[in-house]
């Protein structure tokens, strides 16, 4: 491409945050179970895993996790947009996110891995 559309990326830091992403997966990170964020990250539109293995292990639990009825939550005991909600809290007690763990789902991402599986 032009000069102006080359994007000079240090190899050894490409490959050092790979290994990191690599290590974490098919968790989101050390703390946190999985969340719908991995989605972008494992496919469009970064294709960030080379590897199929790890690729289909971090699907199959996104999809196991997350998925509900009217399509996937954004994480683990995800309360937004239900009758859960209270719109004047900003934060809930991990008690009560505990009840949301069967329940709640958003339709943001309905058929999102279907899109671009194709």
């Not at 945050?17 to 974490?24: F, V, Y």
């Not at 292990?57 to 995800?78: A, E, N, S």
């Amino acid at each position: 491409g032009c000069s102006w559309s080359v994007i000079f990326v240090d190899l050894d830091a490409h490959n050092r945050n790979r290994q990191t992403l690599c290590s974490l997966l098919p968790r989101e990170s050390r703390s946190h179970n999985t969340d719908a964020a991995l989605l972008p990250t494992i496919s469009y539109p970064a294709f960030a895993v080379d590897d199929d293995a790890l690729y289909s292990q971090t699907l199959d639990k996104i999809v196991r996790k997350l998925r509900g009825k009217y399509g996937f939550k954004r994480f683990l005991r995800d309360g937004y947009r239900t009758a859960n909600e209270d719109k004047n809290r900003l934060y809930y007690k991990p008690a009560e996110m505990k009840t949301w763990d069967e329940g709640t789902v958003t339709a943001m991402l309905r058929t999102y891995h279907n899109l671009w599986k194709t």
